[in-house]
């Protein structure tokens, strides 16, 4: 069984075949696993891979995008009013710079704006990554034992942090910054490096304020999932779905459910600045997958 391939931005993946439609008990588990490794820094696609290729469970394409459009609808939820907030600013920047002020003030003094623009800006490279290394990351998803490898890179990583410098300055990001996180979530669609993981570290390293880290993390995973989800989406995808939607939606609503419990409980580990200790279990499963992968080529 051949586990799926990437999405574009680091969304669903996307399968050379069409599967069947998943049972109730399925979606429940598949819908669990998404939900609580796509904020978490354990890698979502890395978990959904193993499931596949160890549990035999296996999906359509639909099904894939549901889950992510319900861990999208939870950050979107989240971070309601980071989201108003930077819409009004938007709306409200041609008002503010006929007042007389310069696009740099006007864009780059008001923090919301700020971090609209750092958040197109971090897109930028994350687009890039995942349209020109597409090829090289859909065969990652071939491997047990490259998400394997995957995992023990994102535990070191993880455990890297331990040493993040202070908070540069005021902590608020800046232009590098937001460069900086955008590549680290292109180079999150690789399955077994962790989303969250990659660019909430990235930000910490470079000397980040911890909340404007999360922050930025949490919003620029918003136009890559959503990105990723309608590059995904098809007629012939939903009609496909038609007859199964019950169990579709259980494993959407399970998906948001347990991001939901996830995402809070990842903004409670960054404050507290234990992020590192999730580099144990990726180090553990990592090693693992890698072990029986090696036994199984041999």
Not at 147 to 173: E, H, I, M
């Amino acid at each position: 069984m051949a586990p799926g391939a990437p999405g574009v931005l680091g969304g669903p993946p996307v399968r050379g075949a069409v599967a069947g439609d998943p049972t109730l008990v399925e979606a429940l588990l598949l819908g669990a696993l998404q939900g609580a490794t796509e904020w978490l820094p354990v890698s979502s696609s890395g978990h959904l891979v193993l499931a596949q290729e160890y549990l035999g469970v296996r999906a359509p394409i639909f099904f894939d995008l549901l889950l992510h459009v319900g861990t999208l609808a939870v950050v979107t939820l989240f971070l309601r009013k980071d989201v108003v907030r930077i819409v009004r600013g938007f709306l409200s920047a041609p008002r503010a710079m006929r007042a007389g002020g310069g696009a740099r003030d006007v864009f780059w003094a008001d923090i919301d704006r700020r971090m609209g623009v750092l958040v197109l800006a971090g897109s930028v490279p994350t687009a890039a990554i995942g349209f020109l290394l597409r090829p090289q990351f859909e065969s990652m998803f071939e491997s047990p034992l490259a998400v394997g490898v995957s995992l023990l890179v994102t535990g070191a990583f993880l455990l890297l942090l331990r040493w993040a410098p202070p908070t540069r300055g005021d902590g608020t990001p800046g232009l590098a910054d937001a460069l900086w996180v955008g590549i680290a979530q292109g180079a999150a669609v690789a399955p077994g490096v962790s989303r969250s993981g990659a660019t909430i570290g990235a930000a910490l390293l470079r000397g980040v304020d911890r909340e404007f880290a999360v922050r930025l993390s949490f919003l620029l995973s918003i136009p890559a999932i959503a990105g990723a989800s309608l590059f995904q989406a098809s007629g012939a995808a939903l009609g496909a779905a038609a007859e199964a939607w019950p169990v579709y939606l259980v494993g959407t609503a399970t998906s948001a459910a347990a991001g939901w419990a996830c995402l809070s409980l990842l903004v409670r580990v960054v404050r507290g600045a234990k992020m590192h200790y999730f580099a144990a279990y990726c180090l553990a499963l990592g090693g693992l997958v890698v072990s029986a992968s090696v036994g199984l080529l041999g």
